[in-house]
């Protein structure tokens, strides 16, 4: 959190995609929109802490932060720049496995977890560079293919990662974090805190990336490629940097979940995976960080509650994202927001 | 050298699947600018419903067209339920749209059929045709005889006939197509239907050699386009070569380097074609339009 403050003054509230929305009150000015979305999600993360009766609730819960964390840089890619990535699980996986064998080979946890959202980020530079110079449809092919080239190393080379049938992650347990400052959590209810925490941070920086002249560029682009060269951009090196931001992110939240649950499979970087990334963006809201959160928790906690969910899980997340894409393009949390403003008025 | 054969013959076998996949994939890109991701669900519609009609005893020279038209419908509705209802979307909405349709029709596959690797006799029969020291089966005749047959179809097609032409001229200029008089929706519809029914007699063809399941299309669709792109997107001649070279690349990886990553070869060449020649071996320089 210590940048957090530098780059809020940067790009104060008002400035950007905040003067859209003419809601603002005056008085909020003061705390800026990066600030406010941390504070936001970190009253959520307490919310359900409150309630949730049961280990379960947390463990579920956990896995919403994640998803949110790993949708988010989804939303920095769809939402901001308009590129569709359908291998995001690769990176994800990347994030997860690396945090996983590290241990193995000596490496503590937190390094290795360094070593696998770097690795993430490095892969998706020397991908990325060459392809975003083209237009919109390559990346998504590329990162198809790329996807499925990374899962099936996970799946073939099991002397490493353990083959199909998955590893186990020792390591961390983020207890002893909560104990080193006097808290006793139960196992559960400390992972659930560190992701809603890390997803919170994230938030926020998405959130102050948007303001920020590099975002405002993103955006740019969104609209017009053209135009937005015109006006100076650099457009493939501002794609590049989106791309590789947005495999951080889904590094990180890989590696949160490997060590939050103890175990991975490789399917947490197969296809399926990635397609479930981007429908929760879609549905929730490919433009918000906020939109990435409501899409998570639907579709993280719609299967924990509808059993039928597994046996038709292809025709849901297609149908969800077909009928988003033509019934409320912008996606669920903007498509509830207007109907809201225009009953009001 | 029967060895090398051997592995020649099985990659252009499987790469006239592949050409056909890719030659659908660049009708539909020709006229409309839409990449259809769901192309490899249709040659899983043809292979899935040609397996369970000849399962239940219906004779293939039946079951076959029949296969072909499911797929073709399917086609149909794709276009009139999901891609014309978007409008002139943007283009990350249209790929999403695509992308969804062919999560569902996965989906919908699994819970039609079900979730069995299937596969059936050869359409005449499954005793191998022994060639210079190396083995052909019979269905590879077929499969290649099929996808060149589509080739030349659709060079005739699109060429000669009114309704073909009338393809071409929406996908350079919709506008322009719509005031002379052409009917641009029906065009769109048909390379949908046609795309779709090309597919299908893929999936048809290949599947006594390949097998099929409900969960290879997207694995097919990443060939289709691997191809398209080595040939260079949006060209006919292109998409068959492009094609059949990566199903040589992708025989020639498993013969000599390693068939667990065979699948991998297409996505190296993907790799390779964008680093160093985008526009594909037949393409024009990519131009975009504003």
Do not use: C
């Not at chain 1, 000015?29 to 999600?41: A, D, E, H």
Request: no cysteine.
């Amino acid at each position: 959190m210590a940048g957090q403050g530098t780059t809020t003054d940067v790009a104060p509230a008002g400035t950007g995609r905040r003067e859209y929305s003419k809601s603002e009150g005056a008085g909020r000015r003061r705390i800026g929109p990066g600030l406010r979305t941390f504070l936001i999600f970190v009253a959520l993360v307490a919310l359900g802490a409150l309630i949730f009766p049961s280990s379960y609730f947390y463990r579920v819960g956990t896995l919403v932060w994640i998803n949110t964390l790993a949708v988010t840089g989804i939303v920095v890619l769809l939402g901001y720049v308009g590129l569709v990535s359908l291998g995001h699980a690769g990176f994800f996986a990347i994030g997860a496995y690396v945090t996983a064998i590290g241990p193995n080979y000596g490496i503590p946890s937190p390094l290795a977890m360094a070593g696998g959202v770097a690795l993430a980020g490095l892969l998706a530079l020397i991908v990325g560079r060459p392809i975003l110079k083209l237009s919109g449809y390559y990346l998504a092919i590329a990162t198809l293919g790329l996807g499925m080239l990374i899962w099936m190393v996970l799946s073939k080379e099991a002397w490493l990662t353990g083959g199909p049938d998955g590893m186990v992650v020792s390591g961390m347990n983020a207890r002893n974090l909560f104990k080193m400052v006097g808290l006793s959590l139960k196992s559960a209810e400390a992972w659930y805190w560190v992701a809603g925490l890390v997803a919170a941070i994230g938030a926020a920086i998405a959130v102050n990336l948007a303001g920020s002249p590099s975002g405002r560029a993103l955006r740019a682009i969104h609209d017009s490629d053209v135009a937005a060269r015109s006006l100076g951009v650099d457009v493939a090196k501002a794609k590049s940097r989106a791309f590789v931001i947005s495999a951080i992110y889904a590094a990180v939240a890989g590696a949160l979940l490997a060590l939050a649950n103890g175990y991975i499979t490789p399917d947490t970087g197969g296809f399926m995976h990635s397609v479930e990334m981007v429908t929760m963006a879609v549905l929730g809201g490919a433009a918000s960080v906020y939109g990435a959160l409501v899409g998570a928790l639907i579709l993280t906690a719609l299967p924990q509650v509808l059993t039928v969910f597994a046996d038709y899980e292809h025709m849901v997340l297609g149908g969800i994202m077909v009928l988003t894409m033509i019934l409320m393009r912008r996606g669920l949390v903007p498509f509830i927001a207007d109907l809201w403003n225009r009953r009001k008025s | 050298m029967s060895e090398l054969l051997q592995f020649l013959i099985s990659g252009v076998t499987v790469g006239a699947i592949y050409a056909a996949i890719a030659l659908g994939f660049t009708l539909i890109y020709n006229a409309s600018g839409v990449v259809n991701f769901a192309q490899g669900e249709f040659v899983v519609i043809g292979g899935m419903t040609a397996a369970a009609l000849i399962a239940a005893g219906v004779p293939v020279i039946l079951a076959a067209p029949i296969a072909v038209v499911a797929g073709t419908l399917v086609g149909i509705l794709l276009y009139r339920l999901a891609i014309r209802p978007a409008g002139q979307a943007p283009l990350v909405t249209l790929i999403i749209i695509t992308i969804g349709a062919s999560i569902f029709l996965r989906g919908a596959m699994q819970a039609v059929f079900d979730k069995q690797i299937h596969r059936y006799d050869g359409f005449s029969g499954d005793a191998p045709l022994r060639v210079g020291g190396a083995t052909i089966l019979p269905q590879s005749l077929w499969i290649v005889g099929g996808s060149i047959a589509v080739f030349a179809f659709l060079a005739w097609f699109l060429n000669r006939t009114r309704a073909g032409r009338g393809i071409k001229a929406t996908a350079s200029n919709r506008m322009a197509a719509a005031l002379v008089g052409i009917n641009t929706g029906r065009a769109m519809n048909l390379s949908f239907a046609l795309s779709a029914g090309i597919g299908a007699l893929a999936g048809v063809l290949a599947t006594p050699v390949t097998f099929t399941s409900y969960d290879v299309g997207v694995l097919m669709a990443l060939k289709g386009f691997s191809a398209t792109m080595l040939g260079g997107v949006g060209s006919p001649l292109g998409a068959l070569a492009g094609g059949l070279l990566i199903g040589l690349i992708e025989a020639l990886t498993a013969g000599y380097i390693s068939s667990d990553y065979k699948d991998a070869a297409a996505f190296i060449v993907i790799l390779l074609v964008l680093f160093l020649r985008p526009q594909g071996l037949f393409g024009a320089r990519i131009v975009e339009r504003v």
